[in-house]
């Protein structure tokens, strides 16, 4: 690599992007990779603190920002995802589809102890929608030896995927709202702006939703009902504190359904229980789904959509990170919640 004064490199060709930063304006590329240096481009060049610039000769054992970073990006994404073109030696990752972003968390940290290269994301189970943004890459230094790589793309080849996005599935979903004041109408029924919404945002049909009263045998009856419907899952709403009229688990257990769990490290919604009736998953949600923007449903619904199972130790994990802040202006999912 070989170093020239700027007024000297009329005629070169840029090695390298080179970036340009207004405070508070602009951040971005002022000359890219493969430019050639022309007379009036000096005072430019000057402008943004460039008195030197570098011509580069690679030699076969050495790789180029951009090079290496295409190769990072491809080694470490399911082909569900696709890549942007190389901006300032940095590729971002982008899914193709909505879905859940799975990360091999423990392989991530290899990659990153690997000399100068890294590799940033967002969180494991962050919800995506489509065209999101979900990692980026880059080398630190403008070049790298290309045996570190090729230990890179050894290491993802003895592994599971870095990184790939489940898509959601578009499930039937049944739903049974109990309480015997939302039965006898003397109060709203709050489950279609709220629950309903967000069922049917996630592209999911609800095909039956049934009103009950705080009644064992109501509440058992509906879920069989809806059981007939063939449905992909089952939500129960309410009914699950330790009041004496709260009897949404006994009619949950009733129906014939195993509980697999019943309380969440999560709040709002840490009287969550999840059960199973033969193999379709019933999610039973506490009261406080009607009343939060964001509750232990918006933690939990992505992943059923994506075909996971949840069992008690992702329950468990969910305690760090589980505590809304209950912001004034929600930005969930961009938050803590559940991270």
Sequence with gaps: MKKIKVENAIGTVLSHDITRIVRGKFKGVAFKKGHIVKKQDIPEFLKIGKQ???????????????????????????????????KEGKVSIKTKHAGLLKINVNA?????????????????????????????TRIIPLTIPNKNIENLELLTKKTDTIFQVKPYKALKI????????????????????????????????LIKKIVVPDEVTAISNAILKLKKFECDLIITTGG????????????????????????SPVLPGSMLMVSML????????????????????????????????INEND????????????????????CSFGR
């Design 315 to 334: 329950i468990a994990a969910m305690g760090h990170g589980g505590l809304c802040m209950n912001c004034e202006v929600c930005h969930y999912p961009v």
């Design 108 to 136: 991530l940290l290899e990659i990153n102890k690997i000399n100068s290269i890294i590799v940033a994301s967002l969180k494991n189970n962050f919800p995506c929608k489509k065209g999101e943004i979900i990692a980026a």
């Design 240 to 263: 699950l504190s330790v009041d004496p009229d709260d009897v949404t688990k006994n009619g949950v257990i009733k129906a014939g359904a195993s509980v697999t769990f019943y309380g």
């Design 52 to 86: 030197y610039l570098y011509v580069l000769d690679l030699g076969k054992d050495l790789l180029h920002e951009n090079d290496a970073a295409k190769r990072i990006a491809k080694a470490i994404s399911h082909e569900n995802l696709e890549f942007t073109e190389p």
């Design 174 to 205: 049944g739903a049974v709202v109990t309480g015997s004041e939302v039965y006898k109408g003397l109060i709203t029924d709050d489950f279609g702006p709220s629950v309903g919404k967000k069922i049917t945002d996630a592209g999911c049909t």
């Design 278 to 309: 033969n193999n379709i998953p019933v999610i039973s949600l506490p009261a406080c789904v009607f009343y939060y923007k964001q509750t232990v449903f918006d933690l939990i619904f992505p992943r059923i959509l994506a075909g996971e199972q």
